[in-house]
């Protein structure tokens, strides 16, 4: 199962920028993905962005331009670039090294890290 390492985050003042590191174990077999999720406080985890094998990217919250997904050329390494933060970006950040898309969608099935707490507060 792929593990993950994550790095970054922390506290925030509205409206500025943070960057949040990944490094998962493998690549994923195939055309999987590695992302990021969010859980915000009493709320379930959700999926924010992927970058899957073949250089595709997808942001699905509603952040607008916000957020974006990077990767490293060569390296297994994501980012998730985010700014102009505001309050409700307050979460728990995680990373998932493999996932896959089916019938129902992106599903995480790599290990998780310990996650990232970001907090966006004046």
């Known amino acids: 199962q792929v593990t993950v390492e994550e790095s970054g985050g922390g506290l925030a003042q509205p409206g500025s ?3 949040l590191a990944c490094l998962p174990s493998t690549l994923p077999a195939g055309n999987r993905a590695r992302g990021w999720y969010r ?4 709320k379930k985890r959700e ?3 992927t970058l899957r094998n073949d250089g595709s990217k997808y942001v699905y919250i509603d952040a607008g ?3 974006a997904i990077s990767g490293d050329d060569g390296a297994n390494t994501i980012y998730l670039q985010m700014s102009d933060l505001k309050p409700e970006d ?3 950040y995680y990373c998932n090294g493999d996932i896959r898309f089916g019938p129902m969608g992106p599903k ?3 290990s998780w890290g310990q996650g990232i707490q970001v907090t966006v507060s004046s």
């Open 39 to 42: 859980q915000c406080s009493g």
């Open 108 to 110: 995480a099935f790599g």
């Open 17 to 19: 920028s943070l960057r």
């Open 47 to 49: 999926l924010v962005a």
């Open 90 to 92: 307050t979460a728990m």
């Open 65 to 67: 331009d916000r957020f």
